[in-house]
């Protein structure tokens, strides 16, 4: 279930509903930054569409897939078809039919299969690698990406017709730095969700602070991210009482955002105050990252950037999320 009240994601409910009335035939491209939700999306699309949510809903991530893989992950092959082919196998299409094939991560598609998958998506046909045989599929083929495509385009590693078929029906995910309104709600959900498997109770008191501590965060990993802080963080709550900001897991914190998460957010400010956010945030990121290279050694790091060791200690004094990284290590 999609969780959040934010008017972002009242926008992407509306989108996806509409898209999901489209025939399977049409093909969806989400983007958006990785742990946005991508996925949870596609699942919706295909559970609120008669004509799919009784078939499967078949992931494929092709960016773990090798290459000589991805061919026979997604078309299937007959026996013999490449050395280790004992058997027939049935690709991802195939087993899709009637319901949702995902490609997530659909930038990864070698140059030699865009070429097949492109034959899918105009002809709604393939053949098995090794095969002569067309098989029919009438699977709702949903692609994700959480790389700028069309630069890839330029770049001659993805081929602009297969860009323009798959772009026709869009939807963005926004990242979580866009909704942190949305983060109480889903604090609540993850705790639920993963109360069983750490032994906490499902309604888990929340401290005072926690969410406040959670939304000053930047989350360049998003959504995924802030559930894997919720696990740790629960993991090390005392037992069954609550969870208070000094369980919080520190991540989220030291990591680099994302340029577009900063950029989305800081452009709807007045000049003075995006200016000195984007410098505090820069300040944050170069000096977790010189932190992170000597260990949270803080001479060290002083020396690396150039600056006396004492000014880095004032500034890490004037930055609550570094002083705070500093507490735990
Ligand atoms: N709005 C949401 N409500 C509830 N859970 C969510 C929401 N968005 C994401 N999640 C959860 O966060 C995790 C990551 O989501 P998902 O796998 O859909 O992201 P993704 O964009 O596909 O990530 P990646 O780019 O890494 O493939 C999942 O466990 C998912 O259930
Ligand atoms: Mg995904």
Known sequence: ?????????????????????????????????????????AQEIHRLNPLTSKGKFIPVDLSYVPRELAGSRLFGHERGAFTGAHDRRRGAFEEGAGGTVFLDEVSSISLE??????????????????????????ARIIAASNENLWEKVQKGLFRQDLYFRLKVLQINVPPLADRKEDIPLLVRHFIKKHAAAVGCPPDLDVEEGVYEELASRQWPGNVRQLENVVIQSLASAEAGKKLRVRNLAPEGIESIPSRDGITASLLDLPYPEAHKEMQRIFR?????????????????????????????HRMIRSSHIQARRMEND
């Open 284 to 312: 944050e990121m170069y000096w977790a990252r010189k932190l992170q290279q000597t260990g949270g050694n803080v001479s060290q790091a002083a020396r690396l950037g150039g600056v006396l060791p004492a000014s880095l």
């Open 113 to 138: 299969f865009q070429g097949m998958f492109l034959r899918v998506l105009q002809e709604r046909e393939f053949s098995p690698l090794g095969s002569v045989r067309t098989i029919k599929t009438n």
């Open 1 to 41: 279930m999609l969780i959040g009240q934010s008017p972002s994601i009242q926008a992407l409910r509306k989108r996806i509903e509409t898209v999901a009335r489209t025939q399977p035939s049409v093909t969806v491209l989400i983007w958006g930054p990785s742990g946005s939700g991508k996925e949870l999306v």
